[in-house]
């Protein structure tokens, strides 16, 4: 029986898939284009990777029921809302940086279930 926890956790590392590939599709449609692979993964790119990769590894172990599962969701969560912030605060434009908010609320969402329902 999947758990409210496990559907969070499961969730997560969907939201965070997602927004891994995103950032994953933008360094494609770069190198594609003829620019080189170190040119298109810059530190924002290099930044998204990490956060997402994390967030979906702590949501697949949430939803696994493995201990500190939560916690490693958490250090992908903050680390992408993190970058969303980052965004925003430079001033970029919105069509830009909405997707990484929209995405980092729902992942907030989503890893604060994981941490204050108790594993069962």
Known sequence: ????????????????????????EGVLMMTSRGSPLA?????LNGWRFVAAGVAILGGLLAAANVRFGAVVALIGTV??????????????????WLDEVLGAAAMIVLTGILLFIRRS
Request: hydrophobic residues 70%.
């Open 1 to 24: 029986m999947l758990t409210i926890r496990r559907i969070a956790g499961l969730g997560l590392a969907a939201v965070s898939g997602w927004l891994l590939w995103q950032g994953l």
């Open 39 to 43: 040119q298109a993964i810059d530190l």
């Open 79 to 96: 680390l992408f809302t993190a970058l969303a912030a980052a965004f925003v605060l430079a001033g970029a434009d919105a069509s830009i």
